[in-house]
């Protein structure tokens, strides 16, 4: 039988770095398997705020991958305020830390370009894909954002073709992400950034959220919407399972993998963590904090100056691969989530990943978060609020005992359901 065609608009694609691209690089990878040819459309010369080259091995040598060009705003950008480079990321800096220059072009960035500064792709590719489609059979179209200007090529698709399947992917949400109040909209952009999710959920067939809570409120949003979360490849996770049993740390190593922003900062874990070097001493001989990824700088200089200084190993940006390795060569694995309410349907993609070494998992965030379901039901560890302390405490040191011991291996159960082989099965029964 022949397979049917899925063609999927996605801007983050390999050597892209960074979580945003796994998650269709790797159904890309298994939907053969079910029966599925996903076709790639994606920009010939993109702006990418991480590259990441060991990713390149999980893209199927004969996948079909069509590209045009994008004209983007970031490079100029960048020219007048380096830290615009944290804006292809969504990061900013909040509060005090903000330049006047960071403002300025915050502000430009929520108003002039909607819903992001891709959107002066969405015009080329509709006219080439509306010329691709006439000729080429394809079943299903998906847009995975953010960049949500991919979902307006979409949108775009499906007003000219309205018997296109179409599933609008969202790897984050629009206007419910917390960073988007911080965007300095006028009412009238505002009400254009609305209006336009609005139109997506309205018009895509399926709405995909990589969260429970996110799918439950874009259907609240009239949306159709259904929730496949990331995951962990086993094929990533066998590479560190050898790791997993001969390469136990000989320090209790706490590490956090990935981009750490200042809105997503556990203060209050630093604050535990300097009173415990400080007052245990068989505790300080053993702790290590390590880092892999980019941590926010100011960040790294408010830990500087606290008796934790001398307890850091900060390995900067490694590839997936390294990263991998590094979270299997832990006691404790750390995750922080943004701390408000409207945050607690986010589930950070490399939850997946460190589940798959079976170490114990210490996460922040908001109350009732999915991360706190997900911990809960695998017993892979422990969610807090950003006001927790003596809890927080408790919970290192029952971990750091039980390391001691030798003991600290618990037993995580029901980890399976999120291997990205079981997410493709689940996706092709839904395609």
């Known amino acids: 039988m022949e397979s049917k065609k899925i063609l999927i608009i996605t801007y983050y694609w390999p050597p892209a770095g960074g979580p945003g691209v796994q998650r269709w690089l790797k159904f890309a990878k298994y939907l053969p398997e079910f029966g599925w040819k996903p076709i790639i459309f994606i920009p010939e010369n993109p702006s990418y705020p991480l590259i990441d080259e060991s990713l390149m091995k999980d893209v199927p040598k004969d996948l079909e991958i069509i590209k045009t060009k994008i004209w983007e705003p970031y490079q100029l950008a960048e020219k007048l305020n380096k830290s615009n480079k944290k804006f ?40 080439f894909l509306e010329q691709y489609l006439k000729i080429n059979n394809i079943d299903v179209v998906v847009t995975s954002g953010p960049p949500h200007s991919m979902h307006l090529i979409g949108l775009n698709l499906k007003k000219k073709f309205p018997n296109l399947k179409w599933i609008a992917d969202f790897r984050d949400p629009w206007t419910e992400i917390s960073y988007y109040k911080h965007l300095k909209l006028t009412n009238k952009s505002d009400k254009k950034h609305r209006q336009l999710e609005s139109e997506v959920f309205k018009n895509a067939d399926i709405t995909l959220a990589t969260s429970y809570t996110d799918a439950e409120n874009f259907r609240k949003n009239g ?45 209050n874990l630093w604050k535990v963590l300097d009173d415990l070097v400080k007052a245990n001493r068989e505790f300080a001989e053993n702790f290590r904090l390590k880092f892999v990824g980019r941590i926010d700088d100011k960040i790294l200089d408010s830990i500087e100056n606290s008796a934790l200084n001398k307890h850091i190993e900060n390995l900067g940006y490694l590839s997936h691969e390294k990263a991998v390795s590094e979270m299997a060569n832990s006691s404790m694995l750390l995750i922080t989530n943004f701390p408000n309410e409207s945050s607690k349907g986010i589930i950070p993609g490399k939850i997946f990943e460190y589940l798959a070494t079976e170490k114990q998992i210490i996460s922040f965030g908001p109350n009732d978060a999915d991360v706190s379901k997900i911990l809960d039901e695998t017993k892979a560890g422990k969610h807090f609020g950003y006001q927790d302390s003596e809890s927080i405490r408790a919970f290192i040191l029952e971990k750091f005992n039980l390391w001691k011991s030798g003991n600290l291996l618990e037993n995580t159960q029901n980890i399976e359901q999120f291997s990205r082989r079981n997410l493709t099965k689940q996706l092709s029964e839904i395609l």
């Not at 430009?108 to 080329?124: E, Y």
């Not at 995951?231 to 049993?245: A, P, V, W, Y």
């Not at 136990?248 to 203060?267: A, D």
């Open 88 to 127: 292809k990321a969504g990061q900013f800096d909040v509060g005090n830390n903000q330049s006047w220059k960071s403002k300025l072009s915050i502000w430009v960035r929520g108003n002039f370009f909607i819903p992001d500064a891709r959107v002066f792709w969405v015009s080329p590719s509709v006219k």
């Open 223 to 267: 949306a159709n919407a259904l929730c496949i979360t990331n995951g962990f490849d086993e094929s990533d996770s066998s590479n560190s399972q050898n790791l997993k049993t001969s390469n136990s740390p000989t320090k209790f190593t706490l590490s956090y993998i990935g981009v750490l922003e200042q809105l997503r900062n556990p203060e």
